[in-house]
Protein backbone atom coordinates (compact mmCIF):
# COMPACT_ATOMS: atom_id res chain seq x y z
CA UNK A 1 0.00 0.00 0.00
CA UNK A 2 2.64 2.34 1.09
CA UNK A 3 4.10 1.86 -2.90
CA UNK A 4 1.35 2.26 -4.56
CA UNK A 5 0.89 6.03 -2.39
CA UNK A 6 4.16 6.91 -2.99
CA UNK A 7 3.65 6.22 -6.79
CA UNK A 8 0.18 8.18 -6.88
CA UNK A 9 2.04 11.10 -4.95
CA UNK A 10 4.98 10.88 -8.24
CA UNK A 11 2.05 11.15 -10.40
CA UNK A 12 0.25 14.22 -8.43
CA UNK A 13 3.32 16.18 -8.48
CA UNK A 14 4.61 15.47 -12.17
CA UNK A 15 0.90 16.34 -13.05
CA UNK A 16 1.38 19.76 -11.21
CA UNK A 17 4.66 20.39 -12.94
CA UNK A 18 2.63 19.98 -16.57
CA UNK A 19 0.15 21.77 -15.10
CA UNK A 20 2.20 24.90 -14.54
CA UNK A 21 4.14 24.37 -17.79
CA UNK A 22 0.87 24.50 -19.99
CA UNK A 23 -0.55 27.82 -17.97
CA UNK A 24 2.96 29.04 -18.93
CA UNK A 25 2.34 28.55 -22.24
CA UNK A 26 -1.06 29.59 -22.29
CA UNK A 27 0.17 32.99 -21.67
CA UNK A 28 2.01 33.03 -25.10
CA UNK A 29 -1.24 31.87 -26.80
CA UNK A 30 -3.51 33.78 -28.35
CA UNK A 31 -6.95 33.89 -30.03
CA UNK A 32 -8.32 36.50 -32.27
CA UNK A 33 -11.84 37.33 -32.81
CA UNK A 34 -14.31 39.66 -34.59
CA UNK A 35 -17.05 40.96 -34.60
CA UNK A 36 -19.09 43.91 -36.90
CA UNK A 37 -17.79 41.91 -40.23
CA UNK A 38 -13.78 42.27 -39.23
CA UNK A 39 -14.80 46.19 -38.09
CA UNK A 40 -13.56 45.32 -34.33
CA UNK A 41 -10.97 42.50 -33.74
CA UNK A 42 -9.86 41.44 -30.14
CA UNK A 43 -7.00 39.33 -29.69
CA UNK A 44 -6.79 37.49 -26.04
CA UNK A 45 -4.29 35.13 -24.62
CA UNK A 46 -5.02 31.88 -22.69
CA UNK A 47 -5.03 33.62 -19.42
CA UNK A 48 -8.04 35.00 -20.72
CA UNK A 49 -5.98 38.39 -20.86
CA UNK A 50 -6.90 41.17 -23.79
CA UNK A 51 -3.84 41.55 -25.49
CA UNK A 52 -5.03 43.71 -28.29
CA UNK A 53 -7.89 45.58 -29.79
CA UNK A 54 -8.24 46.63 -33.69
CA UNK A 55 -11.30 48.80 -34.96
CA UNK A 56 -11.37 49.46 -38.62
CA UNK A 57 -11.26 53.60 -39.72
CA UNK A 58 -14.63 53.11 -41.13
CA UNK A 59 -16.04 52.80 -37.69
CA UNK A 60 -14.28 55.74 -35.68
CA UNK A 61 -15.34 58.03 -38.84
CA UNK A 62 -19.30 57.03 -37.97
CA UNK A 63 -20.99 58.85 -35.19
CA UNK A 64 -22.61 55.42 -33.95
CA UNK A 65 -20.70 55.49 -30.21
CA UNK A 66 -23.75 52.89 -28.95
CA UNK A 67 -22.74 50.41 -31.82
CA UNK A 68 -19.25 50.82 -31.76
CA UNK A 69 -19.39 49.57 -28.05
CA UNK A 70 -21.16 46.78 -29.24
CA UNK A 71 -19.09 45.79 -30.85
CA UNK A 72 -16.14 46.12 -28.81
CA UNK A 73 -17.98 44.22 -26.47
CA UNK A 74 -19.21 41.18 -28.69
CA UNK A 75 -15.50 41.06 -29.99
CA UNK A 76 -14.05 41.27 -26.31
CA UNK A 77 -16.01 37.94 -25.08
CA UNK A 78 -15.80 36.05 -27.97
CA UNK A 79 -12.21 35.94 -27.64
CA UNK A 80 -12.18 35.06 -24.18
CA UNK A 81 -14.90 32.40 -24.41
CA UNK A 82 -12.46 31.24 -27.59
CA UNK A 83 -9.23 31.39 -24.54
CA UNK A 84 -11.70 29.89 -22.15
CA UNK A 85 -12.11 26.81 -24.53
CA UNK A 86 -8.52 26.72 -25.63
CA UNK A 87 -7.03 26.69 -21.86
CA UNK A 88 -9.88 23.64 -21.00
CA UNK A 89 -8.83 21.61 -24.23
CA UNK A 90 -5.23 22.22 -22.96
CA UNK A 91 -5.85 21.01 -19.46
CA UNK A 92 -8.08 18.00 -20.43
CA UNK A 93 -5.00 16.76 -22.86
CA UNK A 94 -3.38 17.03 -19.87
CA UNK A 95 -5.26 15.20 -17.11
CA UNK A 96 -6.51 12.68 -20.15
CA UNK A 97 -6.84 9.15 -18.05
CA UNK A 98 -5.33 10.92 -15.10
CA UNK A 99 -8.77 12.27 -13.66
CA UNK A 100 -11.64 10.13 -13.45
CA UNK A 101 -14.81 10.92 -15.50
CA UNK A 102 -17.11 12.88 -13.66
CA UNK A 103 -15.07 14.55 -11.30
CA UNK A 104 -16.03 17.94 -11.43
CA UNK A 105 -12.42 19.40 -10.67
CA UNK A 106 -12.81 23.77 -11.42
CA UNK A 107 -10.21 24.31 -14.18
CA UNK A 108 -10.80 20.68 -16.14
Known amino acids: M ?3 MQGM ?3 IQKMQAEMEK ?4 LANKTIEEESGGGMVKAVVNGKKELVSL ?5 VLNGEDKDMLEDLIVAAV ?8 KMAETEMQNLTKGMIPPGLNIPGF
Open 2 to 4: KGG
Open 9 to 11: FKQ
Open 22 to 25: VQAE
Open 54 to 58: EIADE
Open 77 to 84: NKALDSAG
